[in-house]
C-alpha cells in the first residue's frame, strides 16, 4: 500500500530534506507546503494519510493548522515536527489531533512509516 504525505515547512531545505527521508522509508510524498494556509489546501486536494507537520508556520501555528484538519472527516495522521524541544503531553498533542512529535534532528531516525500507516494496516 502506498502512503501518501504532505510535508509543511517554511524551510523549502527541510522539506527537500523531509521528502527525501520520507521517500526512502517508501513513503509518498504528494505535495509541500510552506505556511499554515496552503498546508489545509493541500490536505483537502491530496486527501493524504499522513502530514508532517512544522510547528512554527509564517501564518497558522502547526497546532492551529492540526485542530482544524481535525474537524475534517477524514483527517490524516499528523506528526508534528519543531527544532524546540516538545512542551505538549501526548494527550495534549492527541486533542489536537496529533498522532506524535518528532523533533526536526531526531526525524531520520523516527519509523516514519510505522508513525504514518493508516490505523488497521
Not at 515536527?81 to 512542551?87: D, G, K
Request: aromatic share 4%; charged share 25%.
Amino acid at each position: 500500500m502506498c502512503i501518501n504525505i504532505v510535508v509543511v515547512d517554511d524551510d523549502p531545505g527541510f522539506r527537500r530534506i523531509a521528502t527525501v527521508l520520507l521517500t526512502a522509508r517508501g513513503l509518498r510524498v504528494v505535495a509541500e507546503s510552506g505556511d499554515g494556509a496552503s498546508a489545509l489546501a493541500a490536505v483537502r486536494a491530496h486527501r493524504p494519510h499522513g502530514l508532517l507537520l512544522d510547528l512554527h508556520l509564517p501564518d497558522l501555528d502547526g497546532l492551529a493548522v492540526a485542530r482544524l484538519l481535525k474537524k475534517e472527516e477524514h483527517p490524516p495522521r499528523t506528526v508534528l515536527t519543531s527544532t524546540e524541544q516538545s512542551y505538549w503531553s501526548q494527550e495534549e498533542l492527541e486533542q489536537a489531533g496529533i498522532e506524535s512529535f518528532i523533533a526536526k534532528d531526531r526525524l531520520s531516525e523516527a519509523d516514519l512509516r510505522h508513525i504514518f500507516a493508516p490505523a488497521g494496516s
